[in-house]
């Protein structure tokens, strides 16, 4: 019987980009077959998957976790390497962005121009509100890390907030280790039934979350065309400047940067590192949310890349909100184009204040949508911007963030993978030590 191959995910998904976008471009907000349709519901029915898959992965980082606290060998050597590699990722994001932002200036081209461009853009800057951070997100980093230590063991997962659910699961998980490493007295079975059940409903989660991904394609497809459908492409070119300089930092840095590093460091060829990934980044650019691909992500480097279940796991759950080089990237290049176009002259140091705000801000918004716009007018807030004027300038870049925002969420999946790629590397080489073999 012939059988027709399935198309992989990744083309699936990029065909569901390309419909969408065709979508968007011709019919806009208007309603077309007869008037039945409108990119707008489609765009609603394609949030409804993309929240699902978001609302899984809470759980799914939480189980998965605490399941590799009791099948894996974590420690605090491999905690320490995880904050190394991403220390490492962030500064050479960093020095990539400054790079770029020193050498061109390209803010300048916007000098004395803002208020034409916002004259140009009126209509689409008047539709879109002002966002701002969420309460207690600051530039105070031991305020921000407050905000994580939860009031009640339920608060994380009832506000979705990762960061807390994460530092409850290792708590968790390191009790639960050290309870099965030294038994009570008495009888152990409850400890035991606990940790099958744990490893049951991780399984029950992969597998709701593998009948969730069957319908990203499609769910893509209606977000696509109701995103451009309302935000149209004719903003691209009066946005070009600041367009092309924030895309720049972000795929130098994910397109030439981290293969790199994977065929160096982790000797992973750049062919199989993209190819192999690819479902992952797709998914990633396209539901504009690392944390809604962790399940994809987890998938690409345990059975595509061969990458062991303990470094996919802690890079992928516990590392994913370290990871966050596309935000951060993002703040600090567009604080800097901002404070360019209205003539402010940075110094290295004040240059080095913005980095520390992005980094700062960064973590404090890690899992929100839409994060690095709705953090930039903190950032901003540090070189002295006057609020009018920030009120002016994110409508304006608001335009387009749609599309930046995409990227970066394919810079901190695609930094997910290096990470776990990285840790698994120096796995091999601290095996090879202990057995008498060094490379």
Same mark, same amino acid.
């Given at each position: 019987m012939l059988t027709i191959p399935r198309l992989p995910l990744y083309l699936q998904v990029v065909f569901g980009v390309a419909i969408g976008s065709v979508l968007g471009v011709f019919f806009g907000t208007e309603p077309y077959l007869w008037g039945l349709?409108?990119?707008?519901?489609? %765009?609603? #029915? %394609? @949030? #409804?998957?993309i929240r699902l898959l978001k609302t899984l992965a809470t759980p799914l980082i939480f189980l998965a976790i605490l399941d590799a606290f009791i099948h894996c060998d974590i420690s605090f050597r491999h905690g320490g390497r995880l904050l190394a590699i991403c220390g490492f990722n962030l500064l050479v994001a960093m020095l990539i962005g400054l790079t770029i932002m020193n050498v061109f200036t390209p803010g300048e081209s916007w000098s004395g121009h803002i208020q034409d461009l916002s004259a140009h853009l009126q209509s689409e800057v008047a539709k879109t509100p002002i966002k701002t951070a969420p309460e207690g997100v600051t530039l105070n980093p031991l305020k921000n890390i407050a905000g994580y230590i939860p009031e009640n063991i339920l608060e994380p997962f009832v506000k979705n907030n990762v960061i807390s659910v994460i530092l409850l699961a290792l708590f968790m998980g390191s009790a639960l280790r050290y309870i099965k490493q030294h038994p009570f007295v008495g009888d152990n079975t409850g400890i035991d039934l606990l940790a099958k059940l744990i490893t049951a409903g991780y399984h029950l989660i992969m597998q709701m979350l593998a009948w969730v991904i069957l319908a990203i394609p499609v769910a893509i497809t209606g977000v696509v065309a109701q995103v451009v459908g309302k935000s149209g492409l004719n903003v691209f070119m009066l946005l070009g400047i600041f367009l092309v300089t924030m895309l720049a930092g972000l795929l130098i840095h994910s397109l030439i940067y981290y293969p790199c590093m994977a065929r160096w460091f982790g000797k992973m060829p750049i062919k199989h590192f993209l190819g192999q990934g690819m479902d992952a980044i797709v998914t990633g650019f396209s539901t504009n949310s690392s944390l809604a691909t962790v399940p994809v992500t987890l998938r690409c480097l345990t059975e595509k890349m061969g990458i062991s279940e303990r470094s996919a796991r802690l890079s992928a759950l516990i590392g994913t909100n370290l990871n966050n080089d596309g935000i951060i990237l993002y703040e600090a290049m567009a604080a800097i184009f901002l404070a360019q176009a209205i003539g402010f002259n940075l110094d290295i140091p004040q240059?080095? #204040?913005? =980095? &520390? &705000?992005? =980094? @700062? =801000? %960064?973590v404090g918004v890690s899992g929100i949508p839409e994060a690095g716009l709705i953090a930039l007018p903190l950032v901003l807030s540090t070189i002295g911007l006057s609020e009018q004027l920030i009120v002016m300038i994110i409508p304006l870049i608001a335009t387009v963030d749609w599309i930046i925002a995409r990227c970066r969420s394919v810079v901190n999946v695609m930094s997910d993978m290096l990470v776990a790629i990285l840790l698994d590397r120096f796995e091999e080489k601290t095996e090879d030590f202990k057995c008498g073999h060094p490379k």
């Open positions: 349709l409108k990119n707008e519901t489609l %765009g609603q #029915l %394609g @949030m #409804l998957v240059q080095l #204040l913005i =980095v &520390a &705000a992005s =980094v @700062m =801000v %960064g």
